[in-house]
C-alpha cells in the first residue's frame, strides 16, 4: 500500500459547491493491491485512522505498517481511540484483545457514549451490558446520550440505560442511520429505483436530496452522506455531501455502483472507495482530506 499527496488543481463540469478531492483540494491517498477492496470500511479520530481490505481481509492502520487479518468490517470508539471490528462469524476486538463472540450476523457501529452491537434479537450497549429486545433491526447507531435503531422504516431511540426516548424520523430501505453534532440522521437511498437520487433526512425534520444515480444515505458517518459512484450524472463520480453545509465532496474515480466508506472527526474526513481499478481489478483506495 503506498501513500501520496496529490497537488491541488482545478476542476470541470461539477455542479456549484463541488470540489474534487486530489485536485481541487490536497489529499493524502493509500491505494489497495490487486483484488484488495481496500477501504471497503474505514474509522478515524484523533488517534488515527483504519480501513479494512474486504478482499483480503485485512485491517489496516493508515500512514502504517500495521495490519491484522480476518477482519471483515470495522468502527472506532471516537475519543476514546479504542477500535472495534468485527467478523462474519461475530468475532470482534477491543485494541487488538479478541472478545467473545456476538454471533454471526451481528452489527456493530459507535459514537461518542461508545459501541453498540445489534443481533437477531435486539441490541447491546456490551460495557455495561444494557440491552433491549428487538426484532428486525435494519440499521443501529449510537450517539452522545442515546442508541438509535431502525425497525420497519422508522428510527427508535433510547437513553443508554435502555429507556425509549421520543424520536420522529424515517428511513427506507438500505438506509444507513448515524448522529452527527447531537442530530440524529437517516438514510433513503431509493436502491429499486436505477437512477434513484436517494436522501438524508434529520429529526429536526431538514432533508438532503441527492443527484440522479447517487442513491444517497446508503453511508452517514463524520458528517457526511454518500451512496453510490453514480454513472447518472456527467461526468460520473462518487459524491459526499456535508450533512452541516460546505462543499461536496467527489471522488473522480471508480466504478459504476461500487459501495463508498466515509468517517471523520472535527478536523479530518477519510473517503473509502474499494472499487478503484488496480491492474484491472479492485484494488481500492482510500482518502484523507482535512475538513473544508
Request: proline share 6%; with cysteine.
Amino acid at each position: 500500500m503506498v501513500a501520496s499527496l496529490l497537488l491541488a488543481g482545478c476542476a470541470q463540469d461539477l455542479l456549484p459547491g463541488e470540489i474534487v478531492v486530489g485536485t481541487d483540494v490536497v489529499a493524502t491517498r493509500w491505494d489497495g493491491g490487486p483484488g484488495d477492496r481496500f477501504g471497503a470500511s474505514v474509522a478515524g479520530d484523533a488517534s488515527g485512522a483504519w480501513a479494512t481490505a474486504a478482499g483480503v481481509p485485512e485491517l489496516r492502520e493508515l500512514g502504517s505498517s500495521a495490519s491484522d487479518t480476518g477482519i471483515g468490517a470495522l468502527w472506532t470508539g471516537i475519543g476514546a481511540g479504542r477500535v472495534y471490528a468485527a467478523a462474519a462469524d461475530g468475532r470482534w476486538w477491543v485494541d487488538g484483545a479478541e472478545q467473545p463472540s456476538v454471533g454471526v450476523g451481528a452489527t456493530f457501529a459507535s459514537g461518542p457514549a461508545g459501541v453498540v452491537y445489534a443481533a437477531g434479537d435486539g441490541w447491546t450497549l456490551p460495557e455495561s451490558g444494557v440491552g433491549v429486545a428487538l426484532a428486525r433491526i435494519q440499521a443501529v447507531a449510537v450517539g452522545e446520550g442515546r442508541v438509535l435503531a431502525v425497525v420497519g422504516g422508522r428510527v427508535q431511540a433510547w437513553d443508554l440505560d435502555g429507556a425509549p426516548v421520543a424520536i420522529d424520523l424515517a428511513a427506507g430501505d438500505g438506509g444507513a442511520i448515524a448522529e452527527w453534532g447531537g442530530v440524529a440522521w437517516a438514510g433513503s437511498p431509493d436502491d429499486a429505483t436505477p437512477d434513484g437520487g436517494g436522501e438524508v433526512c434529520n429529526e429536526l425534520g431538514e432533508c438532503i436530496e441527492g443527484e440522479p444515480g447517487d442513491h444517497l444515505g446508503r453511508v452517514i458517518g463524520g458528517g457526511y452522506a454518500a451512496g453510490t459512484f453514480s454513472k447518472w450524472v456527467v461526468p460520473a463520480r462518487a459524491r459526499f455531501v456535508p450533512l452541516g453545509g460546505g462543499p461536496v465532496l467527489v471522488l473522480d474515480e471508480g466504478a459504476e455502483d461500487q459501495p463508498l466508506a466515509v468517517a471523520g472527526d472535527e478536523s479530518t474526513v477519510w473517503l473509502g472507495a474499494p472499487y478503484i481499478e488496480e491492474q484491472g481489478v479492485p484494488g481500492g483506495a482510500v482518502f484523507s482530506v482535512a475538513r473544508p
